[in-house]
């Protein structure tokens, strides 16, 4: 059972200046709940509630918010609003929460480096946060999903939707043979290609990696866009012993975008909180 997940939450949010000057992007609300919360659920949910969290400065909002606040919980005992903070609470009795910074912004790939105190030697979750993903209807959440192929496979397992080629330059896209339905062997992988892409399968911010990925990021140098790359890493797992593109039912938003993170705000409104009674959004894309 894989218990760790990290969170890489160091990054400025520049495309929602100038709200992210003070505030995490990783905070901004979709409805009623911040972002990362989300996130935390879908790992809580898969098992994984040693929650290891990457910041930077100017992040202890995150900290903030999964710890108490005796102040505002007397404040609401007793009222109606009591409630809107159990599935908070919930996290908070459920989950470990740990911290580190990332020291400069140096990619992807040097944020997950800068979690290796946190993880250990142990196979581990990763969860974009701003990347919102509910599973299909009656199905369990991307990580729970990925976790039983981790299990069948042993090896790193990276999650793919497929996109309009037109956008293949704005992800990692893989290549590789299909060994079952939506279950491919990478053979390669492009960060953000400029010319032809190799398929239209981009990754989206869902891993679980194997604890030998610190010490090839470690020797990883900068690549695409000056930053250290995690599929440059990812590329060299796959020389050494393989990794695995798995298709994921379910649906993702792009929360880093202005675009997708209203369409997730819709969704979810229309989904949960039409009512008169607002339900919790469930992460495995049931009702809560």
Known sequence: MIKKCLFPAAGYGTRFLPATKSIPKEMLPIVNKPLIQYGVEEAADAGMTDIAIVTGRGKHAIEDLFDNNRILEAAVSGTDKESLLEETNRLME???????????????GDAILS???????????????DDLCTGEHGRDGILAQMLRIYERYHCSIIAIEEVPEQDTH???IVSGTEIEPGLYRIEDMVEKPQGAAPSNLAIIGRYILTPDIFDLLRDTPAGAGGEVQITDALKSQINKGGVIAYKFHGRRFDCGSIHGFVEATNYFYNHFFVSDSPRQPDPTGGDA
Request: proline fraction near 6%.
């Open 170 to 172: 704005k992800y990692g």
């Open 115 to 129: 979690g290796e105190p946190l993880i250990g030697n142990l196979p581990f979750g990763v969860v974009l946060a």
């Open 94 to 108: 459920t989950c470990t929460f740990s911290y580190t910074r990332q020291k400069e912004m140096k990619g992807l």
